[in-house]
């Protein structure tokens, strides 16, 4: 009954490339076991073992997958809290993962609290490139930091500090309406410009990171009316959580003294972004203290007359010290970010009392290496530059929607959905299958409309497009519509007046009201494309795509076997 | 049998054209009336026009119209409170929706007085609903001239192409009606099905034009097949969207499905009476043009 020759038909030979590359990029694992890194928190044990946060942007099946700790297998969630529960302090725990085996020294989860107005002094020693000798020295010195307190939740359980979630069972990213999460959309009080926006959600992106949140997305959204929106979307954070994360403003002060000599934004005339004046500061580079890497950055701004002379006044009465072969203030100018100090400098002597507008701003960056620290010195140097000039986010940003979904919610939709399609798919074939009364017509029928979800979901992971419930809404429409081809095709080459025309005749016929129907559909979800905050883009998005995918590849190969099927009967 | 048929219709189209006419003037009347009545066009769900949606999964069913009784006594903020159901129809859990903005009293109140499993909020600031509502009806004026502008490219003929505008009008008015009647207050998702209605139930109409203007013999035979076509299009699409909006949870997906679904039924009788009738006296005409 099956003509194997079927198979050599080049639109048929499409189909099932495509449907291979599909099931390639969906990469489906249903015996997937173990639990996915989702965020190393920065600062705890697992980081200190050098693991990492993923990328929010890289493909589920290539996380690193957590198999066993200390031996016992790990399978789902459940496993890894229980083997949490079996650790002991100060013993090292040992954690294989897909990617490696990592050693760690479990600790208590901890919050930092940095300690205002107090700091401590810390010797760093790092390595100083000394022109007289022509060589490179270690150079100890005690640099005054902020003091931060780490407190302990000691009546938890032991903890790597990771953030972990199932092992994901394909490619396929489901929406936060599946998932669980939270959802923010922000909008600027004022209008910002695009280099705004794009500083705003670099400093927002830090500022989670440094919670150690990586599966976090932010997007900058445009709408027809014009208006500017960010889009955070964050996996398994709580509601309050995210509001105090995201719309905190990021302010900057400089103080001498407790006394506030000037202020990021209103005061800053001028500040140096060009490598001549900005950057690592090559006096001081990069250097090591115990097991860390850090590196020194500096750039020059200029600030108002006005705080010039604040300056001047706050200086004028502190003491001139000696210390490491120069002359400095007896107070140091600390800079506080978010009423947390971030840095402290000594004053030079030749500034006491002298109101200066041009001054230098250093800060610091720290990582596991040499590189790491670089690159963290000089993004901390970026994002004080901005909250220089802008005074800090350069906006104030409002919350105007936020949905928070429950994961259980999220799994029972999963679910139900997919009970949806299926039945929803199973009561279209019996339709088709009472009119035609012909299983040689209905099974193509039901065999294209499978493969046309395969193949919208391969192109979905492909892309790294989140399925949420707007976009299966999508794919069932785009469904529905294919199946509505297949029968204008089927009733074009059956029908009694075409006899007399030859198949390709047929099917010209049958491709221009297809055509058509193709171009009706997407203008229709043009608008939506760009409304709404964007909200709605997964359903546009996915209807197009799969009403492209039926008209240029599924409907072709469909064609093709009608062709075979019915070539002797008709 | 198919002779019957053609010939029923033969004698009958203006009747059964003017039953569609009937009901695309109710439901202009039940949109009128409903406008006169509270001074909108639509019923504006919470993110059309700002508030808090909360969805509750709770571990014992609950009486829905006991907590609304309650909750109406903490706020004086307008409050609906509805169950959702399992395909089965086990209540899942209760769906309660307040112009307010902070849903935090609700949250409270449910702790305190029900076994909650879990509680998702949505909540949507006044004036971004305000703008999706505009944004969502520049939207559909949109959709429908560009799918007038494809309709007039495709078939070169400004009659039946105004012909098929009109029918896909009927067809978004019929659902338009339906949810005023039923009191379904109109979500953003329900806007975007709205639109896939503008490029989705014209099908049959394309089909239908295609086939009588742009193909050999009799117009009655040729209204015929494209209908045993069209007709199965159409049934196809209900089964699965009214299947798919019976089995689902999901609001939003419910929403999609019920506007679709009601747009395809008025579809069956806006294509075969309505668009079929204008188009065979268009036909007709032309005949009696040339021949004279």
């Known amino acids: ?90 013993v090292t725990a040992q954690i294989k993962t897909n990617k490696g085996s990592y050693r760690i020294i479990p600790q208590y989860r901890f919050e930092i609290f940095t300690v205002e107005n107090e700091s401590v002094f810390e010797n760093r020693t790092s390595e100083v490139y000394n022109s007289t000798l022509n060589k490179t020295v270690n150079v100890t010195e005690l640099v005054k930091v902020p003091k931060r307190i780490k407190k302990y939740k000691e009546n938890e359980s032991l903890d ?26 922000l909008q600027p009080a004022d209008t910002v410009t695009k280099d705004q926006l794009d500083n705003i959600i670099q400093s927002m992106e830090q500022r989670l990171n440094v919670y150690g949140i990586s599966d976090v997305v932010i997007r900058p959204v445009n709408d027809l009316e014009g208006n500017q929106f960010i889009r955070v979307e964050i996996a398994g954070l709580t509601e309050e959580e995210v509001k105090n994360l995201i719309t905190s403003q990021g302010k900057f002060e400089a103080k001498v003294s407790n006394k506030t000599v000037f202020m990021g934004g209103t005061d800053i ?61 007896n107070e140091t100018i600390d800079f506080y970010l978010d009423d947390q100090q971030v840095d402290s400098l000594r004053i030079g002597a030749d500034l006491k009392g002298r109101p200066s507008t041009d001054i230098e701003i250093s800060g610091s960056g720290t990582g596991l290496t040499q590189q790491a620290a670089l690159n963290d010195a000089l993004q901390n140097m970026k ?9 800090s986010l350069p906006v104030k940003l409002n919350v105007v929607k936020m949905d928070t979904i429950s994961p259980v919610l999220g799994k029972e939709f999963v679910n139900s959905t997919f009970m949806m399609a299926l039945m929803a798919a199973i009561a279209v074939i019996l339709v088709i299958f009472i009119k035609y009364r012909e299983i040689k017509i209905a099974l193509p029928i039901a065999i294209t409309l499978v493969s046309e979800i395969v193949i919208i979901l391969g192109i979905a992971a492909l892309i790294g497009w989140n399925i949420d419930l707007a976009a299966i809404a999508g794919i069932i429409v785009a469904v529905g519509t294919g ?85 002797g009967k008709y | 049998m198919k002779q019957k048929v053609m010939d029923f219709y033969e004698k009958h189209y203006r009747k059964l054209m003017l039953i569609s006419i009937a ?37 014992t069913p609950v009486d829905v119209d006991a907590i609304q009784n309650e909750l109406r006594k903490i706020t004086p903020e307008d409050i609906t409170v509805k169950e959702f159901s399992s395909s089965a129809g086990a209540q899942l859990g209760i769906i309660i929706e307040t112009t307010s903005q902070d849903a935090t009293f609700i949250k409270d109140f449910l702790n305190k007085n029900h076994d909650v499993k879990t509680i998702n909020i949505e909540t949507i600031g ?10 969502a009806i520049i939207s559909v004026i949109i959709a429908f001239i560009l799918m007038a502008l494809v309709v007039l490219i495709y078939f070169r003929l400004l009659v039946p192409s105004g012909y098929i ?31 896939m209605l503008i490029g989705y139930s014209v099908d049959t109409d394309i089909l239908l034009t295609t086939r009588v203007i742009k193909r050999q013999g009799t117009t009655t035979e040729k209204i015929f097949g494209a209908f045993s076509t069209g007709v199965i299009m159409t049934l196809a699409a209900m089964a699965a969207t009214g299947i798919a909006y019976l089995t689902t949870p999901s609001e939003v997906l419910k929403q999609i499905m019920m506007i679709l679904f009601f747009g395809l039924v008025a579809d069956l009788w806006n294509t075969w009476f309505l668009n079929t009738a204008l188009l065979k006296s268009y036909v007709d005409r032309k005949k009696e043009q040339q021949n004279g």
């Open chain 1, 269 to 329: 005339t001028y500040v140096c972004k060009t490598a001549e004046c900005s950057g690592i500061d090559p006096s001081q580079g990069c250097g090591q203290s115990q097991n860390q890497w850090f590196c020194r950055f500096r750039f020059a701004i200029s600030i108002t007359p006005a705080a010039a002379q604040r300056q001047a006044n706050a200086t004028k009465d502190l003491q001139i010290v000696s210390a490491e072969g120069g002359s400095y203030l």
């Open chain 1, 383 to 391: 994002k004080m530059q901005t909250i220089l000039i802008t005074g």
């Open chain 1, 1 to 90: 009954m099956v003509d194997l020759k079927i198979l050599k038909s080049g639109r048929v030979i499409m189909l099932l490339i495509f449907l291979l590359l599909s099931i390639v990029a969906i990469y489906p694992n249903p015996w997937a076991k173990g639990v996915a890194i989702r965020g190393v928190i920065k600062e705890g044990p697992a980081y200190a073992s050098e693991m990492i946060s993923p990328k929010p942007t890289s493909a589920p099946m290539t996380r690193e997958v957590i198999n066993s700790v200390n031996n016992i297998p790990i399978k789902n969630i459940e496993d890894y809290a229980a083997a949490l529960q079996t650790l002991m302090p100060n």
């Open chain 2, 23 to 59: 009901i695309f003037v109710l439901c202009i009347a039940v949109i009128a009336v409903h406008h006169i009545k509270t001074g909108e066009f639509i019923e504006k769900g919470i993110t059309l026009k700002g508030g808090s949606l909360v969805t509750v999964q709770l571990n």
């Open chain 2, 126 to 135: 006044p004036s971004l609903g305000e703008s999706f509502f505009k944004q």
């Open chain 1, 160 to 185: 790597f500090g990771l953030s972990v979630y199932n092992a994901p069972k394909s490619n396929l990213r489901l929406g936060l309406d599946l998932q669980g999460g939270t959802r923010v959309l």
């Open chain 2, 165 to 195: 505008v009109l029918c896909a009008l009927g067809d978004i008015l019929f659902p338009w009606a339906m949810l005023l009647l039923l009191n379904v207050k109109l979500s953003t998702a329900g806007v975007a099905a709205l639109l």
């Open chain 1, 483 to 567: 199946v509505d081809d297949q029968i204008v095709i089927t009733d074009e080459t059956l029908r009694g007046e075409s006899q007399v025309l030859n198949w390709k005749e047929r099917f010209k016929r049958a491709f221009s009201i297809i055509m058509v129907a193709y171009a009706l559909t997407v203008a229709a979800m043009i608008p939506l494309l760009f409304a709404g905050a964007g909200l709605l883009k997964g359903f546009a998005i996915t209807s197009i795509i799969g009403v492209s995918v039926g008209v240029f590849i599924t409907r072709p190969a469909y064609a093709a076997i009608v062709e075979r099927i019915l070539k």
